[in-house]
């Protein structure tokens, strides 16, 4: 999911005006930041520091390891649940209370505007999780009330309490058994702030600086950001797993795409976040260049607005399906470096099923498809278009190309609407186009993390169901796969939600990418999880 919500785009980090910076907009000297650090690109800045009032971007998917810290993690290979700062749990009979058991001695990270005076307990897991949950909490409108992560997959209605039993014991209540609970708070959205810090921002009344001026756990500090420059971050000397290798690392913003490109491989940054499968054979002629490669939770669609009177008919939508060529979008966009989407789940996720039978391209039966609908010509629609490339699609612009080529093959006039034409946070906007490329990265391995925040009921009253795709069948086999302990119940429960799709499709699968890492080759220590970026603290300059 890529879009933020329409209040955030309201709230524009002060940090200027709040003394955080000596002066907006300088450059920085990235030559005087590799003595002690790297420098990274690749990634647009934000409106906030808090992954919790985020869907996606930089703020979850690299700054949030740097800046804090989750319960639990998961495992990179099995994608399990693994311990964190909280070392140990046990869930009730019932699978609907869990207390967990925190380590001791974790530090929070000391700033210029705020020093603790202990260290992580019960009671900040507490405050993190009651502002996300509870109306009534202090902080919980601060940034705008909206927590679009959490929302999609209905958390606050799931989370009945969050309990401290002790200074080192945390419960949390559910209101039902719910499998994918421990995998969704160890996401990067389910992050930890510090209640002492909240106390004291409320008591001089600058509550909004939680999110502009974070304080967490993890590895790094927020030290200070250019907007649409760079955020530097730097050291958290009592970081509480290890002593973490460089003293700073400067997130560059600046520029996208080429620019980006031509600034990696003159050497002005060190690392390159998800280079476009184009670029990478020419990584590969470089000798002092190294690439992680790693298969990713991901996917990229097109999503149907099925309000739309044509779209609102399942056959018009198996016709845009069949229609579509997905191989030569695979060619021409990821280069060989992805696969085809025969499903909305990526070939890793343990439900995964190859249908050739209904994701397929045949442009006849599309033909046929529209006449039996009452279509033999005229048809207009429009697709709305991301100008940034991602990990699911390299190329936005050339995969709506080949698209509108093969729905013109069958009659079917296409127009692309970029996304500097509109704007795609607000309703009103997105309700007026027909279609929308867009794709997904998973924040877990769980199913449900695919299939809920897209195209559930609620992630359609959160705003985040771009189909606008409602059925009440297909909800009640997410829910029942999410109670039901048996592996192999909850398969079947999730092929039968599948099958549904590939009947209805109000997103039609393209393709899956791999995630990439380009750094310069003096640099050591990175992570890439098929999730997000990992944290930076063992990462090193060799030479």
Known sequence: MKRTMNILKKFTL?????????????????????????VYCGLEGSNTFNPQLVDSGITSEALSPQLFDTLIKLDEKTYKPIPNVAKSWKVNKNGTEYIFHLNKGIQFQSTSWFSPSRELNAHDVVF???????????????????????????????????????????????????????????????????????????????????????????????????????IRLKRHNNYWKNKVKMQQVVFDV??????????????????????????????????????????AMNVSFVAVNTTHPALNDPLVRKALNFAINRQNILDSVYYGTGSLAYSILPPNSWVYRKDQTQVRYDRNYAIALLREAGYREGLKMTMSVPMEPRAYNPSPMKTAELIQANLADIGIEL??????????????????????????????????????????????????????WCDKDFDQLLDLALEVDNPRYRLNLYRQALNILNAEFPVIP??????????????????????????????????
């Open 128 to 230: 993190s999780f009651k502002r996300i949950i509870d109306p009534n909490n202090t902080f919980h409108q601060v940034g705008g009330g909206l927590y679009p992560w959490f929302a999609s997959i209905d958390f606050s209605d799931l989370v009945k309490d969050v309990k401290a039993i002790s200074k080192d014991k945390v419960k949390f209540t559910l209101s039902r058994p719910d499998n994918s609970f421990l995998s969704n708070i160890a996401t990067s959205f389910a992050v930890i702030h510090s209640k002492e810090y909240a106390n004291q921002l409320e008591l001089s009344d600058e509550k909004q600086m939680i999110d502009s001026k974070p304080i967490g756990t993890g590895p790094f500090y927020l030290d200070e950001y250019h907007i649409n420059d760079f």
């Open 14 to 38: 002060g940090i200027c005006s709040l003394g955080l910076l000596a002066g907006c907009g300088d450059n920085d000297d990235h030559s005087k930041v590799r003595k002690s650090g790297f």
């Open 415 to 468: 127009e692309i609407i970029t996304e500097d034409r509109f704007d795609s946070r607000d309703s009103e906007d997105l309700s007026s186009i027909d279609l929308a490329l867009s794709g997904l990265i998973a924040n877990t391995g769980d199913p449900d993390s695919f299939l809920r925040p897209l195209l559930s009921c609620d992630s359609q009253k959160a705003g985040l169901n771009v189909s606008s």
């Open 254 to 295: 600046s520029q996208r795409g080429t620019g980006t490109f031509a600034k990696f491989l003159r050497q002005e940054c060190d690392v390159l976040y998800s280079p476009l499968s184009s670029q990478i054979p020419i990584i590969k002629k470089y000798e002092s260049l190294d690439l992680i490669v790693k298969p």
């Open 510 to 543: 393209l393709a899956h990418g791999m995630h990439f890492q380009a750094y310069d080759d003096s640099l050591s220590g990175f992570r890439v999880s098929p999730f997000n970026t990992q944290p930076f603290d063992l990462v090193e300059r060799i030479r």
